[in-house]
């Protein structure tokens, strides 16, 4: 039997250990938030935001295109995987319960795993082999089958959140099952399935991997679908790989664009979340 | 059995899988008048309440046998659609359950309104308050959310959203369990109240309530229905020595 | 819906026309709702399937010309001569993976025990927050950190020190040049460390808690019971997690491309550039020509997409488990 001192000693080094290991997480963290704002705000402007990208050996310029490209491919994909995703998951907390349910549960579990460059490629085979061209099209495409597997879980979990005893009121007023379901089970589910779209629509943004050989890039301004479009993160992309110092420094500001961009979504949702739970359930 | 009879169950069994819950319960419920379920827990009265609008069957695994009879149509027939069933069997539950996404106005006229049912929406509202006795509490905020009101309304504003619909018979599952004495004292009158226009099928763990508010009494134990009478009857002199023990307090 | 039974045929006479019976036209609209639903469902079955089928039919060409065990067996890429080895890519997603767990294992669980057995509540919620932000974190933006901060930290630092004490084992020869295995392995484990601790909370939570107390209450400490009552419970769960990382770094592209070097070769020293599958598919994709390397890009696509499904598929089966068993007095904590 170890003395108690020892154990003592023990407990206090792990405890130690794994306050340790926590520090090993958050150091990173602040590295990153603390770079991408100390070297991107400096040269984060008006014209920045707005302005093309200027002609390689020229400086200034800005990633206005890259912004619009990334909102216009995420509208996109959003306008198709968010009402399939939604709707998957409307499935699986409704009637997934049998072998079929179950099959599409799995499957949404593991398409969540898929890496997004195979995603990628599949929207290229799909849309750009048969156009001949990259397109903003192809990019949100490969956005929209990212977003739907775990948009269809989150929405299940949500769903299946709601009260059973809010269904069967509603059944025992005489109720059909699917007004039920879209009326009071759907509706009081909405506000956690709003957070989620967000958060999808916030990792959508992130993505670079399957745009590159989608949607490709674009140094002008394009809001059509079937053009190569611009877009934030494969412009940090290619800033970051360049040999040019003014390129790193756009590298970085775009980043911090990128950042808040991902970061007002993301509290955004929590936000809406955090209201929810204050507020309580019934 | 009488003529009036409103509800009539005859050799009624449902089963869980392969338990019976309710075994072979036959008993009848004149119009406007109050019939309180008592049994010690797990004798099957809530769901035999359940078999009376068929809310049973959405359980996984249910099945039921026999007939419920509401003026001489059958419940369980073949072909009749368990949805009309409940605009005309309605149902408050042991804890109240307004919808949370809607306001106070919205939870009472949901049934109409997700029915479909088109109508002068506005003083149906105003007469449903008024009879379970919430309209002065709440006609100056209808449009808030109905969360924010206590138990008790909450409850009554649950027994509210099922009247607005107009059933004819109104089933209770304990429907005062979760609220404080002077919440329940006003659930009790009013059950005395709706009784003028309603037939009141209500399980009750409290024999008190069931001796306050009830025409007739049947006891449930382990499933089955032991006695059924009047309810002074039941109290003062049961047949059965079961139901005496029950009714005096050596078990349950 | 179960069907209740109806009574015996005389009443069923008995139960005349009534306001009951309109089930025929009404329940049109409950039928309608699930085919609808259904049909929504059958969607995610569609993409999964389109998804095989499509890298599938791309890397037909690639597999007739190079034949399968050769083409993942080779060792040579180069695509002006049409000679494609899947080898060198293999080797790179691995080894930057095995370093990603080795390093992010250790670490996701210490972190996971700290949120969940240590830190009061304030601090947890605060570092909860902070880790599911570095999960928010586009990849790119790790991979710009990484080139401008981590490598030039490691070619400077990191790899000289490892190099003159550890040098010994081939693992650590060579010059330090920052970009290679260890610079990939190290950004993928902090990318895939969110995932393992999210995962490893949940099931640490599910350990019932009467063990727990119970090694306390013979007078453990907070340690003793941890390794008692809680890890050995939350095992299985932990290696789902670690499979699920896994599953993320092997599929993780852009940080990795940016930080491998990008090499097709095969090195046995962590210092040295590399490539992996995702890494490659990212560079040639958009500028190969020719069905053949198309077709070998999208073989590679396919063997990663076959692997993340087989990791994800067997990562789901373990954490299932615990999930079911959940005890709701634990859960709720």
Redesign the interface.
């Known amino acids: 039997m170890k003395s108690q001192r020892s154990r003592r000693a023990v407990d206090l080094f792990m405890t130690a250990l794994c306050g340790t290991c926590t520090a090993l997480a958050l150091i990173p963290l602040a590295s990153i938030l603390w770079l991408v704002v100390r070297n991107g705000a400096g040269a984060i402007s008006l014209t920045f935001l707005t302005a093309l990208p200027a002609p390689v050996g020229e400086t200034g310029g800005g990633v206005g295109n890259a912004i619009a490209g990334t909102l216009f491919m995420v509208g996109l994909a959003a306008l198709c995987g968010v009402p399939l995703g939604i709707g998957a998951g409307v499935f699986l907390a409704e009637r997934g319960d049998g072998p079929l349910g179950r099959t599409v549960r799995f499957c949404a579990e593991v398409l969540g795993g898929v890496p997004s460059i195979v995603v990628g490629i599949v929207a290229w085979g799909l849309i750009v082999v048969p156009m001949h061209r990259f397109s903003a099209l192809a990019g949100a495409a490969a956005l929209a089958i990212l977003m739907i597997p775990t948009l269809a879980r989150a929405t299940e979990e949500m769903i299946r959140l709601v009260p059973t005893a809010l269904r069967e009121a509603s059944l025992a007023l005489g109720v059909p099952a699917w007004r039920t379901s879209l009326s009071v089970v759907l509706r009081t589910a909405l506000g956690g399935i709003v957070t989620a779209v967000l958060l999808a629509l916030a990792r959508a943004a992130g993505e670079t991997a399957p745009l590159l050989f989608t949607a490709l890039n674009n140094q002008y301004w394009n809001l059509r679908p079937d053009q190569p479009t611009s877009s934030l993160t494969v412009q940090i992309y290619n800033y970051a790989i360049s040999p040019y110092d003014d390129w790193h420094q756009k590298a970085w500001a775009a980043a911090l664009t990128l950042l808040l961009m991902v970061g007002l979504l993301n509290l955004t949702a929590r936000w809406l979340a955090g209201g929810r739970m204050q507020r309580g359930p019934a | 059995m009488s003529e009036r009879s409103k509800l009539e169950v005859r050799h009624l069994t449902a089963w869980f899988g392969k338990t019976a819950a309710i075994k072979d319960v036959s008993l009848s419920v004149p119009a406007h008048t109050v019939l309180a379920i008592i049994g010690p827990s797990g004798c099957g009265k809530s769901t035999f309440i359940r078999c009376l609008n068929r809310m049973h069957e959405l359980t996984a695994g249910t099945r039921v046998e026999g007939s419920v009879l509401i003026e001489g149509e059958d419940l369980y027939a073949r072909g009749v659609d368990p949805v009309f069933i409940r605009r005309r069997v309605g149902m408050v539950f042991q804890r109240p359950n307004v919808f949370p996404t809607m306001s106070i106005r919205e939870n009472v006229l949901a049934g109409l309104r997700l029915n479909g049912v088109r109508g002068d929406h506005a003083s149906i509202l105003e007469d449903t308050l008024r009879r379970t006795a919430l309209w002065d509490e709440v006609k100056d905020r209808l449009d808030e959310s109905a969360v924010r009101l206590s138990g008790g309304q909450q409850q009554r504003l649950c027994i509210a959203r099922a009247i607005a619909v107009e059933p004819e018979v109104l089933l209770m599952d304990e429907p005062a369990s979760a609220l404080d004495p002077i919440a329940t004292a006003r659930i009790e009158e009013l059950i005395g109240e709706l009784k003028q226009g309603y037939t009141i099928v209500i399980v009750t763990h409290n024999m008190q309530q069931a001796v306050r508010i009830s025409d007739d009494t049947a006891f449930f134990y382990l499933g089955e229905l032991v006695e059924h009478g009047p309810t002074k009857q039941i109290f003062t002199t049961p047949r059965v020595p079961r139901t005496e023990d029950y009714v005096t307090g050596k078990f349950g | 819906?179960?069907r209740?039974?109806?009574?015996d045929p005389a009443?069923?006479a008995?139960?005349?026309p009534?306001?009951?019976?309109?089930?025929?036209l009404?329940?049109l609209?409950?039928r309608?709702?699930?085919v609808?639903?259904?049909g929504?469902?059958?969607?995610?079955?569609v993409?999964?399937g389109?998804?095989v089928t499509?890298?599938y039919?791309?890397a037909r060409p690639a597999f007739a010309k190079l034949g399968v065990l050769p083409f993942l067996a080779g060792s040579d890429w180069n695509p002006v001569e049409d000679s494609y080895g899947a080898l060198p890519f293999l080797y790179g997603t691995l080894v930057t993976s095995a370093v990603a767990i080795l390093v992010a294992l250790?670490?996701?669980?210490?972190?996971a025990?700290?949120?969940v057995e240590?830190a009061p509540a304030w601090v947890r919620k605060l570092?909860s927050f902070?880790?599911e932000?570095?999960a928010?974190?586009?990849?790119?933006?790790?991979?710009?950190?990484g080139?401008?901060?981590l490598v030039p930290w490691l070619r400077e630092t990191v790899e000289p020190a490892l190099g003159r004490w550890l040098g010994f084992l081939p693992l650590f020869r060579g010059p330090p040049i920052g970009v290679g295995y260890l610079a990939a392995g190290l950004i993928l484990a902090?990318m895939i460390?969110p995932t393992i601790?999210a995962v490893s909370v949940e099931v640490l939570r599910t350990a019932p808690a009467t063990q727990r107390e119970g090694a306390l209450a013979l007078g453990a400490?907070?340690?003793?019971a941890?390794r008692m009552a809680s890890l050995p419970y939350a095992r299985r769960g932990i290696v789902g997690a670690t499979i699920?990382g896994l599953?993320?770094a092997?599929?993780?592209?852009?940080a990795v491309t940016?930080l491998l070097g990008n090499q097709p070769e095969i090195h046995a020293s962590l210092f040295a550039a590399g490539y992996s599958l995702?890494a490659v598919?990212?560079n040639e994709?958009?500028e190969a020509t020719g069905d053949i390397h198309i077709g070998a890009?999208?073989a590679l696509?396919l063997v990663?997409?076959g692997t993340?499904?087989a990791?994800?598929?067997a990562?789901?089966l373990l954490i299932r488990v615990p999930a079911e068993r959940r005890t709701p007095a634990r859960a709720s904590a």
């Not at chain 3, 209740?4 to 009574?7: I, L």
């Not at chain 3, 400490?221 to 003793?224: G, L, P, Q």
């Open positions: 819906m179960p209740a039974d109806a009574g009443e069923m008995l139960a005349a009534s306001t009951l019976r309109r089930a025929g009404r329940a609209g409950d309608a709702f699930a609808a639903l259904t929504l469902g059958l969607w995610v079955l993409i999964a389109v998804i499509v890298c039919r791309l250790p670490v996701a669980i210490g972190l025990l700290f949120l240590m570092v902070l880790v932000l570095l928010a974190i586009p990849s790119v933006v790790y991979g710009l950190w080139l401008f901060v902090l460390l601790t400490t907070r340690w003793e941890i699920l599953g993320r092997l599929g993780e592209t852009m940016m995702p598919i990212a994709f958009a890009l999208a696509a990663l997409c993340t499904f990791l994800n598929a990562a789901r």
